[in-house]
Nanobody, 118 residues
Framework: QVQLVESGGGLGQAGGSLRLSCAAA????????MGWYRQAPGSRRELVASSTSTGVTTYADSVKGRFTISRDNAENTVSLQMNSLKPEDTAVYYC????????????WGKGTLVTVSS
């Protein structure tokens, strides 16, 4: 069983900051990658940032230099620090994780809404 619970998000202002956190519980499984996707209304879900278990990070071009992903492998948590927010960052943000023994299967949190006002 894999459960992901997000926290944070809410309403932010353009130029401001918000922080998202996600805690994973994975019985008898070891977590590989963790990260964040987002989905804006009418748009497809897109990768925002990811981190492998060895600390290799990937960012969408649209958030490079503004967002930072951090991870605590011992606690199975991942966070996303979002700075210099833009209205186009408005979306539902989903935490995800993959398991070392299960290939590229993504497990998802329920999502948390981030709204950035101009």
């Amino acid at each position: 069983q894999v459960q992901l619970v997000e926290s944070g998000g809410g309403l932010g202002q353009a130029g401001g900051s918000l922080r998202l956190s996600c805690a994973a519980a994975a019985s008898f499984l070891r977590i590989n990658a963790m990260g964040w996707y987002r989905q804006a209304p009418g748009s497809r879900r897109e990768l925002v940032a990811s981190s492998t278990s060895t600390g290799v990070t990937t960012y969408a071009d649209s958030v490079k230099g503004r967002f930072t992903i951090s991870r605590d492998n011992a606690e199975n948590t991942v966070s996303l620090q979002m700075n210099s927010l833009k209205p186009e960052d408005t979306a539902v943000y989903y935490c995800y994780a993959t398991m070392q023994s299960l290939g590229d299967i993504h497990y998802w949190g329920k999502g948390t809404l981030v709204t950035v006002s101009s």
